[in-house]
């Protein structure tokens, strides 16, 4: 039995990925698995159709999910779109369903099984499918060259016949992986480099990386791996360390988020009016509001003499290699979901339990479910 399998084309503004790459139709066909692509749908990241060998193309999305057994996307397909699924497929896609009930709702109705990646459970052996990790490596290696655009200077030393250039100072705050994998590029652009973190274990990894750790002598460390409430005198003594070594950077990458929360603030308006004349903030919270309080998401402002960027979906930028990762990450978790050329749905598993959000009629993700029932309350029978 042939599983069906179609791959949508991206319509968000801006978004250049795409589910699948040609390199990785082989392991689909090892699957047991037949293409379906939207046509162009890998074209914003170089992949053009004749690429995906004997792949089958439409030009209509509904066309392309009416028949298909699994629907692969990056972003959530709209709610019109779900309808025209067939009940009892499968939805592979980024959902984000606290932003995207409308899409949820319709996939409950028509009984869509939807799995939503940025819900990968974060344990070692999901680490192959954990679209979040491998984005953000990408956003973080993309952060300091694209502060090092907007910089009046350069990056590393450099020694010239009239007199040297010394290095930039760059100060990333938050140090997960997209935190590291900026640290480690900027330490490799010949840039002095220091990492912050509310964590104190991250000081090896930063150092492991050639930077140094600007220890605030707060350890805010608290139950589960997330950080605590720090008291006033913490607050206090943690803003006066940051304030001098915020003051003393040419280039700041922030990358701190909560899921499901505004980004936290790290920058106040006061501490980017202590900056030098040129400095730049790569403000990589800016999709949940910014770590930064000046910072306008996809948006660059100039605040005096600082430039501070606030980027959306900062991986698309590197749709190539993005949705490489993207497509990996996404067939790594249909190695799980098909098991001798037939769709298996083992819910005694932690990461198939963990990633679906609706199956057969109900959602199956409890936050979710209480989101939409006091949303929908009124409108919506939530099964």
Do not use: W
């Not at 409308?102 to 009984?111: E, G, I, Q, S, Y």
């Not at 869509?112 to 680490?127: G, H, K, L, N, Y």
């Not at 100072?169 to 997960?176: A, E, I, R, S, Y």
């Not at 100039?302 to 990996?328: E, F, R």
């Amino acid at each position: 039995m042939v599983i069906h399998v179609a791959v949508l084309k991206e319509k968000a503004l801006g978004e250049k990925r795409v589910a699948i790459v040609p390199a990785l139709t082989t392991r689909l066909e090892r699957l047991g698995a037949a293409l379906t692509l939207e046509a162009n749908a890998g074209l914003a990241a170089t992949f053009a159709d004749t690429a995906y060998g004997d792949a089958r193309i439409e030009n209509d999305p509904k066309t392309v999910v009416s028949d298909a057994d699994i629907v692969l996307a990056v972003q959530p397909p709209p709610a019109d779109l779900v309808k025209a699924m067939k009940p009892g497929s499968v939805l592979i896609s980024l959902l984000y369903g606290n932003s995207n009930l409308d899409t949820v709702v319709a996939l409950k109705d028509r009984k869509v099984t939807a799995f939503a990646m940025e819900q990968i459970p974060r344990i070692s052996r999901a680490q192959s499918m954990d679209v979040l990790s491998s984005q953000a490596a990408l956003a973080g290696y993309y952060a300091p060259l694209l502060g090092a655009v907007h910089m009046p200077r350069i990056l590393p030393m450099m020694t010239t016949a009239v007199g040297s250039l010394r290095a930039a100072k760059v100060l990333v705050m938050g140090l997960g992986v997209a935190g590291l994998s900026a640290l480690a590029t900027a330490h490799r652009l010949g840039a002095i480099t220091e990492g912050y973190d509310v964590r104190p274990e991250t000081r090896e990894q930063a150092e492991s990386l050639g930077a140094k750790f600007v220890d605030t002598g707060v350890d805010a460390r608290g139950e589960g791996g997330y950080a605590r409430e720090l008291t006033a005198d913490e607050k206090a003594k943690v803003e006066q360390t940051l304030t001098r070594h915020i003051a003393e950077a040419d280039m700041i990458i922030t990358t701190a988020s909560v899921p499901g929360r505004p980004a936290p603030k790290l920058i106040s308006s006061a501490q980017v009016a202590a900056m030098k004349p040129g400095a730049v903030i790569v403000d990589l919270g800016a999709e949940s509001g910014g770590n930064c309080e000046m910072t306008k998401p996809g948006d660059t402002v100039n605040v005096g003499a600082v430039t501070i960027l606030g980027p959306l979906n900062v991986p698309s930028a590197l749709a190539q290699h993005a949705s490489d990762l993207y497509a990996k990450n996404i067939l790594n978790l249909l190695d799980l979901l098909i098991k001798d050329g037939a769709i298996h749905l083992d819910f005694e598993d932690e990461v198939v339990a963990g990633t679906v959000a609706t199956h057969d009629g109900k959602i199956r993700n409890e936050a979710l479910r209480q989101i939409i029932e006091t949303a929908f309350h009124s409108n919506h029978e939530v099964a």
